[in-house]
């Protein structure tokens, strides 16, 4: 089965994007929409990001929020800066199928971490690092796509246990997609006070 593409089908959905997307029939603001807009995007827009990507008491800082042209490309730009050419980088045993492809183009080695009703387990993890050590971990602690399960806080504070090893031996990095819904976004993320760790949350925006 080819979960690549999914698309939601919700009885007043056209209606609901019709409305979203009149304000941008008027010329002076679909003008500004079709401008190029860079990686750095613009300080409203930094902050406005920073504000959507806060949980848990964590806010980032705006500075430290970068913008790409999808999903698909801010993925690819956090796996490649992230995970050199030959390393591995473990997932759950079902993930995203974009960066199957991406793992293959980049010559990295993907490595699927079992999961369960409570989503990515820990121990396998740590089993899976301990075998060959991982450079880095995309997980959807949060409203798994597309299984749906969040991952319970004893979960999460085992999760940040498991990650601190590899974290301080081999400056692992996390790569968490951030979940749009409000009630979720108020779960903690899985912690990134660790020495040597890195964070990278990805926020999908669509127009």
Do not use: C
Request: positive net charge; glycine residues 10%.
């Amino acid at each position: 089965m080819d979960l690549e593409l999914n698309f939601a089908v919700l009885p007043s959905q056209s209606a609901k994007l019709a409305d979203a997307l009149e304000p941008l029939l008027r010329t002076d603001v679909f003008t500004d929409a079709l401008h190029p807009v860079g990686a750095a995007g613009t300080k409203a827009v930094r902050e406005a990001a920073a504000g959507l990507l806060a949980r848990g008491g964590w806010t980032p800082g705006p500075g430290t929020v970068l913008i790409t042209g999808n999903g698909r490309q801010g993925i690819a730009a956090a796996v490649s800066a992230f995970v050199p050419m030959g390393e591995r980088l473990a997932v759950e045993a079902l993930t995203y199928p974009v960066v199957k492809a991406m793992a293959r183009r980049l010559g990295i080695e993907l490595v699927p971490i079992e999961t369960d009703a409570g989503g990515l387990v820990p121990a396998a993890l740590e089993a899976a690092h301990a075998t060959a050590p991982v450079r880095a971990l995309y997980v959807q602690p949060t409203l798994h796509n597309p299984l749906g399960p969040t991952m319970p806080a004893a979960r999460r504070a085992r999760g940040d246990r498991a990650t601190a090893g590899p974290a301080r031996g081999r400056g692992q990095h996390l790569r968490l997609p951030a979940p749009r819904n409000r009630a979720a976004r108020r779960a903690s993320p899985l912690k990134r006070q660790r020495a040597g760790s890195l964070a990278a949350y990805w926020l999908r925006l669509k127009r």
